[in-house]
């Protein structure tokens, strides 16, 4: 099972929105609606911002939203802030009934 | 609150074996989804098994496969990994993990993670 791919860095200005992509493939991404999304900050265990593609658990930001087309699922950070800067991992379930992440993108507020 | 904390980690040789342990708190265990989730140092996230609720099944990345094995033990909310014929790439930290419900695709509570180091 490959990772999926992310691009390894996005940067953007403070306010500005940034998107991360996360392709897969068919027997992923692609093919179940199971895809997740986590910011880890240096040092620390991970922290799920999206869930299901779109879905936002309580207590999560609205500067974070989650869309889907194809084989590629995106994470979107709007009004950027200088917390935002940390590492941010996709997911998704697999064909295999088993789990793959993301290379992982580190957001870099300028 | 739900606490998880995992232990058990330290050095090892190649192929050499190891067992973690995860001890759980503050929710219902015996219910619930369970994941191991590792990050080789300066790494990203790897999947590596889950065990579903009652340990009716079981599921590994292709790279532990045959070597790992992950069981639960519901009267003393414990989740564990076994690991066996570990390898140098097997290095990392190793996260136990909860899905949000028992057929959950997402996790939702995380442990700060044990050391394990694979090297002679």
């Known amino acids: 099972q490959s990772a999926l791919t992310q691009p390894a860095s996005v940067s953007g200005s403070p306010g500005q929105s940034i998107t991360i992509s996360c392709t897969g493939t068919s027997s992923d991404v692609g093919g179940y609606n199971y895809v997740s999304w986590y910011q880890q900050y240096a040092g620390k265990a991970p922290k799920v911002l999206i869930y299901e593609v779109t879905d936002r658990p309580s207590g999560v930001s609205d500067r974070f939203s989650g869309a889907k087309s194809g084989n590629t699922a995106s994470l979107t950070i709007s009004g950027l802030q200088a917390e935002d800067e940390a590492d941010y991992y996709c997911?998704?379930?697999?064909?295999?009934?088993?789990?793959?992440f993301g290379t992982g993108t580190k957001v870099t507020v300028l | 609150e739900v606490l998880l904390v995992e232990s058990g980690g330290g050095v090892v040789q190649p192929g050499g074996s190891l067992r973690l342990s995860c001890a759980a708190s503050g929710f219902r265990f015996d219910d619930s989804t369970m994941h191991w989730v590792r990050q080789s140092p300066g790494k990203g996230l790897e999947w590596v098994s889950l065990?579903?609720?009652?340990?009716?099944?079981?599921y590994y990345a292709d790279s532990v496969k045959g070597r790992f094995t992950i069981y639960r033990d519901d009267s003393k909310n414990s989740l564990s990994l076994q690991m066996n014929s570990l390898r140098t790439e097997d290095t990392a930290l190793y996260y136990c993990a909860k899905a949000e419900t028992y057929d959950s695709s997402w996790i939702d509570f995380w442990g700060q993670g044990t050391l394990v180091t694979v090297s002679s």
């Open positions: 997911s998704s379930y697999t064909s295999s009934s088993t789990y793959v």
């Open positions: 065990i579903t609720r009652h340990g009716v099944t079981t």
